[in-house]
């Protein structure tokens, strides 16, 4: 174990994938000498050099389109696209390329790449940089959507995701780059996809969280036991596979479903989780369901407003506070 | 001496081929028994099969929505094609891609894209493999005319330039993309500019226009240029200006141009012109051509009677392929 | 009234609204002298001129990013995209210039433009030529999202989306293209947004259907009525707004709920309206919901596959009959 | 004369006017009164001066990240800019904008856009307003070198070029898009040609380079553009190549480049050359300039003073203007 911060994780899970497999190589705008708009591929191009840490032109729709290309023929891309309000950039190459292309062509092709892909609000960056698109892509059939909360998660999803045959859209979110954690050194250490994670226990009721709401959610829960109420507090990790088994068995224990993501909340993926369970857990339910999530208006970029629009561990105490 | 001969005597066969699997084709679909969209070849034959003469077996394609002469040009199975279109489960993809997304991957086809102007940035993508994995395999990025006014034109061609990726972008300009044509003096047009190849000046690379008509042509150009990206001289643009014989895709009653320009067009046919220049050069005979179109002819019947024969695919396939090595 | 296919419902709303405002056209590919690739347009070009009915070149790029122009400037641009499958190539121009446009510039600017997209599955057109799109566009903030299921909506929802300030997504479905009914002739015949139809009443359970599934959900109801179930169909006609009322008022009286649409499931609009009744309506539900859509993978060309990829009303009935 | 000469000195003060504003946003950036990103166009003034000034009152303009410059030069009430930047309820776009979306769309500015590239089909579709509602309005489109390579670019230049429209695409070429240099002999390029304007001629335009640092020459370059659109001859691509002082945003280290290469630059600073002009051709003196200067520092000190003065937003006005003309 070592202390690393959730950015270093990253770099240091493409570092060690580049390490083992030659043909895993990373493209992206500034990923190079810039180091990465967040800084996450940092020093990477002068340990690997400027043919395996591709700065690209500002070419979103060719960095998906060649990253689906190059996947096919044999080598393994990590893109990297700048901002997740960008997505819609290259939505068609992700959608109608990196996701059909397998069933398209009946399981002759596949498509082994990544594309990370800096999430959420927070820093005052406004309508066009501050965007939360993971649910978009959780509706799009052949792709693994990832969203790692904490600095072991991100390392161990992100080399499962370089080692993974299929296209994974990997989401990290801005706020979380400089969390800290103790982060495994093994170079195998690998966090399997589909496998939702228990943050905390508790008897009274459910939150599942995604993202840096995982960390607010654990804030709420602190505060809530201190006034007696035992929240439990599960992270999916992996949006699309989606553990659905370890939602369901808490909300059968606990009896009270709340989802918290920073998406706008409707058609989110906090809408997909509340689906599974009105459909497989309804009688479960003790209480109504609820979402905490963004409204739905894009993100204002006054502090004032963007904390006013952002969900966050108050936001969750006071809708928990009406459910028990 | 001989064996120049056979190479363009193969040259011929493969354009027949195509001429003779798309007209069964057409035939079919009239029927009834094709469903979906339908995009012929008919009329381009020189294209593919002057294009994909000059690549080498590790070499790399992409095609499009008007691929079956692409994958025949490259060597794919008659049969498993037709089976393919048919939608049956002994076809290429299992039945589940048909005429639009059909492919051998195994040939080095990166998919037939039913998404007009998608297979550039593939194309590029799988350049960047070739620097990566230090191969020399070069990509030919087949394109139509109107796919040259997408972003993806734009962008792939500025990053292959940049990264100077071996690859060789093939623009089929057929003169028109549905019912727009590629230039016009007056009126409505795709673009602007006469040739596709004068856009090869805005990536500093080379481009060059040539009869699309004439296989030994399109050969020509297309051979130097995957030569040239095969020793690290980076992508080029070659337009072979043809013409398509159907409409754009089965169905269209091609209101949008009239009968003089396919009657002009179909005077230029690519067949008769090459077969003329074999038989001047005492390469091939009468006797020869026809027992070769017969041959041809019988090799596509039995690859229809497979197609028809075949069983429809198990419904148990619908959710299969969705990933890579099974379930999420 | 007149009887109008679904098609010709919607070139004559739009040749009225051309025909009222000079400031309203038509732009897209093989819009013109084609007809529009399913014909909606039709003749359009011969009666408003190839200046109000544009032909563009392939680049739905600019397609949207010129409409957000036009209709920032004064005009009124229809624009259309020929496959809903396609509508990731303009995602960006939709989500981060027509969506946000108001919301950036404090309300200064707006955005009155209609994207018109043929939606659906059902003509062995493969996996990039039928897609259902439309569930991403409901977690845009900003957008209108438009589904009409019969001619008479078509006209209707058209016109008002035409008349409308703000950006619409208007989804149409192939497979009714070609479907009659009555249309009023009046040329002010406007349907609102964010009013729902019930297309049948009955009280044993509630079918909230899209599009196409309204009419598969209308046959499966006559044929479970002739076993005495008395199934309520519920179309939405537009997704944003959203007739929550009208949802929960009739889950209120039957206490079952059947979500239909042709969507691949996860993330689907479908999972929005469960996620809706499961926090709002919760107490009314004797039964766990159900969503009737397609499953998470592309279409399938077989025409055998495609049949059993899309839920029709046998589908329907066989989950109704689980349930009541 | 005289009007010419006040037409001159109206430059020069648009220029110190830019210069001022965004050393007074550099400053209190600086000091953490300012969130989110900061794309600052010291060193650019001569562009968007020399551009706008070319326009009238009935024209559009499209803007970038980098948009300040463009909205001063536009006419853009100062005070409004200070209070959006700083976030409050008193600026142009009531707070929720800031600095990268700051507009004042009753100048004819259709939105400063935090996506690159994605005001060029924007200024095409203001060029098609023009011939629908058949006015004589002309949108000048500013964009970066690094826009250029984006597909949007690409599509919006040839729609301008087949409809005719009346756009005047301004390429302001600072040498960089963020960490990437726009062209060089070897090693990391965004494009692999010198001139951005060369590109002009993949769509059948007038494509111009200019010294963008040149106020005088680019006002003669864009208002010949602008004339050539407003009489129906179509769109132009006019290049202005310039040079960014600041890092991409304020808080870049700018590791990417050299101070010899800024200081090459800084020598060229459009103020004092400009300066030169006007005072060898007595249009000002040091008096006059001295006096203009300090004029115009007090009106940003004013508007700064206003902006620190303003209050935030009622948050309230959350999910307000989600919708043009109130709820869904
Ligand atoms: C992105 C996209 N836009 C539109 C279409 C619809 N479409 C299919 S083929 C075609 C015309 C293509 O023209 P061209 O590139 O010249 O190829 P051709 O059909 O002439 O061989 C169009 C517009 C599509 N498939 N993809
Ligand atoms: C589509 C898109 N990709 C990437 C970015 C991130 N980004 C913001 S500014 C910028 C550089 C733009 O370069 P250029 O167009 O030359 O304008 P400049 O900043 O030099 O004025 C980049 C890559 C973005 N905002 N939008
Ligand atoms: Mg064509
Ligand atoms: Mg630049």
């Not at chain 1, 009688?283 to 894009?298: G, M, S």
């Not at chain 2, 195509?18 to 294209?47: D, N």
């Not at chain 2, 080029?236 to 043809?242: A, D, P, W």
């Amino acid at each position: 174990m070592k202390k690393l911060s959730y950015a270093e994780a990253l770099r240091e899970a493409m570092a060690e994938e580049m390490e083992r497999d030659g043909s895993v190589f990373i493209m992206g705008e500034d990923v190079g000498i810039f180091g990465g708009c967040f800084g996450v591929t940092g020093n990477l191009v002068e340990r690997f050099g400027e043919d395996r840490v591709r700065d690209t032109p500002i070419t979103e729709t060719a960095i998906v389109g060649s990253a689906v290309g190059a996947a096919m023929t044999g080598s393994r891309p990590v893109a990297e696209i700048m901002f997740a309000g960008f997505m819609g950039v290259p939505m068609d190459e992700i959608f109608n390329q990196a996701a059909k292309m397998c069933y398209m062509t009946g399981g002759q092709a596949h498509v082994p790449m990544v594309i990370r892909v800096p999430n959420g609000a927070g820093i005052g960056a406004a309508a066009q940089h501050s965007e939360r698109t993971e649910a978009w892509f959780t509706h799009i059939p052949g792709l693994k959507v990832v969203y790692p909360s904490n600095p072991a998660d991100a390392k161990g999803l992100l080399k499962s995701a370089i080692r993974d045959e299929n296209p994974v859209i990997f989401f990290e979110h801005k706020i979380l780059y400089n969390h800290t954690g103790d982060v495994p050194e093994d170079k195998d250490f690998l966090i399997p996809f589909g496998k939702a994670e228990v943050k905390r226990e508790g008897s009274d009721l459910t939150i599942v969280a995604t993202g840096i709401l995982v960390s607010h959610a654990l804030t709420a829960a602190e505060k809530l036991a201190e006034d007696g109420i035992q929240v439990e507090v599960i992270d999916p990790r992996t949006l699309v596979p989606f553990d659905k088994e370890a939602v369901l068995k808490s909300v059968e224990k606990t009896g009270k479903l709340l989802i918290a993501t920073e998406e706008t909340k409707r058609g989110s993926v906090a809408s997909e989780i509340a689906a599974v369970v009105a459909e497989e857990g309804l009688f479960y339910l003790e209480q109504p369901i609820k979402r905490v999530c963004a409204p739905d208006a894009p993100v204002p970029f006054s502090s004032v407003l963007e904390k006013a629009y952002l969900p966050d561990s108050e936001k969750i105490i006071a809708a928990v506070k009406e459910m028990v | 001496m001989k064996e120049a001969n056979e190479k363009l005597k193969k040259l011929l066969e493969d354009m027949l081929v195509i001429r003779e699997f798309e007209t069964t084709v057409q035939k079919h679909f009239a029927e009834g028994e094709i469903p979906g969209f339908v995009h012929l070849y008919l009329g381009e034959e020189a294209v593919a099969v002057g294009a994909c003469s000059a690549l080498t077996e590790n070499d790399y394609i992409t095609s499009t929505h008007r691929g079956h002469g692409h994958l025949l040009a490259r060597g794919g199975d008659i049969k498993k094609m037709m089976a393919e279109i048919f939608g049956k489960a002994t076809g290429y993809n299992k039945g589940k891609g048909g005429s639009m997304h059909i492919a051998d991957v195994s040939l080095g086809i990166l998919g037939a894209n039913g998404i007009v102007g998608a297979g550039l940035p593939i194309a590029a993508g799988s350049g960047i493999t070739a620097q990566i994995l230090d191969t020399d395999a070069v990509t030919i990025c087949f394109f139509g005319d109107g796919a040259s006014n997408r972003g993806t034109f734009h962008e792939a061609l500025n990053m292959a330039s940049v990264w100077n990726l071996p690859v060789v972008f093939v623009c089929e300009n057929n003169m028109y993309g549905i019912s727009m044509p590629q230039y016009k003096t007056e009126g409505r047009k795709g673009q602007n500019i006469k040739d596709v190849s004068d856009r090869a000046v805005a990536y500093g690379i080379s481009g060059v226009t040539v009869d699309g008509n004439d296989v030994m042509a399109v050969n020509e150009a297309v051979t130097e240029a995957v030569k040239k990206a095969r020793q690290g001289g980076g992508p080029s643009l070659v337009e072979c200006k043809t013409y398509r014989w159907r409409g754009h895709f089965e169905g269209d009653p091609t209101v949008y141009r009239s009968d003089e320009e396919l009657e002009q067009w179909k005077k230029k046919d690519p067949i008769p012109r090459f077969v003329k220049i074999l038989k001047d050069q005492e390469v091939i005979d009468d006797k020869g051509y026809e027992s070769l179109r017969s041959e041809v002819k019988s090799r596509i019947d039995e690859a229809l009677q497979f197609a028809q024969d075949s069983p429809n695919p198990d419904p148990s396939e619908l959710t299969t392929d969705v990933f890579y090595g099974g379930a999420e």
